[in-house]
């Protein structure tokens, strides 16, 4: 499927230009064939694809995950692609997530304050945001069914042997940049989670056939 002429703002479409797919190893994209395969099914069937990102707190890779692969789905024009996230706990949407994502060219605004602010993650010109905050995976907020539960928690993979409602359950884990929270590299280090979820969920629907 051809990238489209698409409104994402310059910047991200910047960050999406310079991602290196040819970085992804050949074991990584066997872990990501699932998730490919779940996508081109739901596209041959002209069905919504609802994608579930889900982690423990619900505060970090998770929400990268959900926020990266709608992008990616707008830049392919994938139709009919609703990314969400969840935690087997609620707790808020870290604050350096919030500033990578800021500082990648997103439009962030919050909406809500309190210990569990809701975000507004605006990606392209004309496009809806993403509304992030922490929630568990099970949430109202969350599609109930009918969706595919892609574990990016070793922790959350472990504590939901089932989740409820799910079509398929891929586990695609990503290191947690929080070991480096407080720390010189705590900048840097999400800033390259960010860019590796941003590259292999671009890699994931460059793959999609229409």
């Known amino acids: 499927m051809n990238a489209k002429q698409s409104k994402l703002y310059l910047e991200i479409e910047a960050v999406l230009q310079n991602l290196n797919t040819d970085a992804i190893t050949l074991q990584r994209k066997e872990q990501l064939k699932p998730l490919i395969d779940y996508i081109q099914t739901k596209v041959a069937q002209q069905k919504e694809i609802r994608l579930n990102f889900i982690c423990t707190h619900n505060s970090r890779r998770s929400h990268?995950?959900?926020?990266?692969?709608?992008v990616?789905?707008?830049?392919?024009?994938v139709q009919?692609?609703?990314c969400y996230s969840g935690g087997t706990e609620a707790t808020a949407l870290f604050p350096q997530v919030a500033k990578t994502l800021q500082n990648q060219g997103f439009k962030i605004k919050a909406i809500s304050e309190g210990k569990n602010p809701v975000y507004a993650i605006k990606?392209?010109?004309n496009g809806h945001p993403i509304?992030?905050?922490?929630?568990t995976y099970f949430d109202d907020f969350n599609p109930l069914s009918e969706f595919a539960a892609i574990m990016t928690c070793s922790s959350a993979d472990g504590?939901?042997?089932?989740i409820p409602g799910a079509e398929k359950r891929i586990p695609i884990m990503f290191e947690d940049p929080k070991e480096f929270d407080n720390?010189?590299?705590?900048e840097l280090k999400y800033e390259e989670r960010s860019v590796q979820i941003a590259t292999e969920m671009y890699y994931?629907?460059?793959q999609i056939k229409s």
């Open 159 to 162: 504590d939901c042997p089932f």
């Open 80 to 82: 009919q692609v609703y």
């Open 131 to 135: 509304i992030a905050f922490s929630k």
């Open 64 to 70: 990268l995950a959900q926020v990266w692969a709608q």
């Open 123 to 125: 990606f392209a010109e």
């Open 72 to 77: 990616a789905a707008a830049y392919y024009s």
């Open 183 to 186: 720390s010189p590299y705590q």
């Open 204 to 206: 994931v629907f460059s």
